[in-house]
């Protein structure tokens, strides 16, 4: 049973890491109530941040003693409430945790701490010719360990793959307070259960990661952007299976539907694709300079034999930064449409995406409104946005009626509804629609033996049972 923040509680994590990095102040309370979500505000009681491992494990030894509720917080930037205190209690803010510690060139690595911004470690890497791959749209901003947590991915994941690929072993505190290290510095390993593999993803239910070490890959020496446009979706979408028949593995093959485009046009004041455009493909091919254009020149044909209507070509930097800016300003442009976003991520195989937004199309008429989605499709996986006025009352319960239907057709269609952002607490009502009871109960189990009490992060990724 949970207990409530007391004034002795406050005045002992005091005493476990100074004063001045221990926060009721109110101010501080509404900053770490709300994620990237920004939807539903829980304020928590007390605001730490702890300064390395010995404190985050004296932390989490006393909320675990006093059965107080422990959320870990990277960047907040979570797109599903993951960092969201719903209980109160501490959140955990590992700012302070933010030194890049290793760039090994010889064994291709990096270790680093949990509050490193994914862009710094990206240009850290990049000067001395390494490469992280793993590029959420929110690289800026967003923090190592929650890319860990969330198992992050982005446009290169379709060549090179999520996060979770690049983690070789991770440091972590249990809510116990016990400190474990899991996997290594090798890219090999079968000793025992993969921990490591475990944590990825776990959303800060099951441990506090404090340290990880990534493995790096040598940095592409050359790149090269097309665009595509077509008429319809259709098109496009069989132009994605058009490029890798043709032997072309693009590190990034990006698709933006009408709906999209129209508002980055009109958030932007400018056209950025001919008029009748219904969709766009952005692929990027990467690797030795001497490859490149005979792989550009392989997609150039595919998209054209699939129907494209215009292909363009970057040849240099601001070609090439202008053709993908349509991408880059798609989550402002989307917040002019509707105040209210149902933002999902959902994943398909990605031989059905034609059917994916065949689906979309459908939902989209039978609801009346506006669903711009764009996305991974070389991946299968597709953001799909339901934009409502949270003033209407009819319009949110025909997004939240898309919503169901979105999530058990996708399923339908052999896919699952979050590939990047995570359950958190705003996916769980969904949760049992792809998951059976019997797994649920071993998710469960697995929880309990990492968090006897159910301190760390209660109420995510799957409902608390009844008792608590
Ligand atoms: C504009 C925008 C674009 C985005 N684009 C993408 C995208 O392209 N791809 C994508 O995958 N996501 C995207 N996201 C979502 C978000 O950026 C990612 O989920 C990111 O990985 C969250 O990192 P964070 O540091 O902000 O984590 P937080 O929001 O702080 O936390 C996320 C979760 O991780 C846990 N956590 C954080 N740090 C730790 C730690 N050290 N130990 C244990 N648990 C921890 C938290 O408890 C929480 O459950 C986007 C978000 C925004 C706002």
Known sequence: MRQPVTEAFVEALRRLVAPDRVTTGAEALDTYSVDGLAREGHRPDVVVWPDGVDEVAAVARLCDQHLVPLVPRGAGTGYTGGAVPLFGGVVLALERLNRILEIDRSNLLAVVEPNVINGDLQQAVERVGLFYPPDPASLAKSALGGNVAENAGGPRAFKYGTTKRYVLGLEAVLPTGDVITTGGRTVKNVVGYDLTSLLVGSEGTLA?????????????????????????????????????????????????????????????????????????????????????????????????????????????????????????????????????????????????????????????????????????????????????????????????????????????????????????????????????????????????????????????????????
């Open 208 to 468: 506090i990661i404090t340290k990880i070490v990534l493995r790096l890959l040598p940095k592409p020496l050359a790149t090269a952007t097309l665009r595509a446009t077509f008429a319809s979706v259709s098109a496009a979408a069989e132009a994605v299976s058009a490029v890798i028949d043709r032997g072309v593995e693009p590190a990034t093959l990006e698709l933006v539907d009408r709906d999209s485009l129209d508002a980055a046009q009109a958030y932007l004041g400018e056209r950025l694709a001919p008029a009748g455009t219904e969709a766009l493909l952005l692929i990027d091919v990467d690797g030795f300079a001497s490859s490149i254009d005979e792989q550009a020149s392989r997609v150039d044909d595919a998209c054209r034999a699939a129907g494209a209507v215009e292909v363009l070509r970057a040849l240099d930097a601001e070609t090439r930064e202008a053709l993908w800016r349509v991408r880059r300003e798609l989550s402002p442009a989307l917040r002019t449409i509707a105040p209210l976003k149902l933002n999902h991520d959902v994943v398909v195989p990605k031989g059905r995406v034609p059917e994916l937004f065949d689906l979309i199309h459908d939902l989209r008429q039978r609801s009346g409104l506006r669903i711009p989605s764009f996305g991974h499709a070389g991946d299968g996986n597709i953001h799909v946005n339901v934009m409502a006025d949270p003033a209407d009352a009819d319009q949110v319960r025909r997004a939240h009626e898309v919503e169901q239907a979105l999530f058990r057709r996708v399923i339908a269609l052999g896919g699952v509804i979050s590939g990047e952002h995570g359950i958190g607490f705003t996916k769980i009502p969904f949760v049992g629609l792809q998951l059976s009871p019997i797994e649920i109960a071993l998710m469960r189990r697995i929880k309990q033996a990492f968090d006897p009490r159910g301190i760390l992060n209660p109420g995510k990724m799957f409902p608390e049972r009844p008792a608590h």
